[in-house]
Nanobody, 117 residues
């Protein structure tokens, strides 16, 4: 079983920055470096949506709403995924979840991000 633990969430004013981390641990059949990873978020009253993904090759994708403001990265040696969020907007508020795709899908428990005007 893989455990994913997010951290780094908090409350900031619009225009501020946060950096989220997602640490993987537990039994892994395959190396963290071979997994696809992603960040999702769930805003109040809305469905969970993909924010950004990063492949095992380091290829990244971003939702249009965060392009140019968010940066996803990974440290395979530390088995950690990151999401650097700059120029935060009120609409970025939500619970941010880490996802790992090792052939099986694993979710973290989420970390709250609140952006106030």
């Amino acid at each position: 079983q893989v455990q994913l633990v997010e951290s780094g969430g908090g409350s900031v004013q619009a225009g501020g920055s946060l950096k989220l981390s997602c640490a993987a641990s537990g039994y892994t059949e395959y190396s963290f470096s071979t997994w696809g990873m992603a960040w999702y978020r769930e805003a109040p009253g809305k469905e969970r949506e993909s924010v950004s993904t990063i492949s095992k090759f380091g290829t990244t994708t971003y939702a249009d709403s965060v392009k140019g403001r968010f940066t996803i990265s990974r440290d395979n040696a530390r088995k950690t995924l990151y999401l650097e969020m700059n120029s935060l907007k009120v609409e970025d508020t939500g619970v941010y979840y880490c996802l790992a795709n090792s052939g099986r899908i694993f979710w973290g428990q989420g970390t709250q991000v609140t952006v106030s005007s």
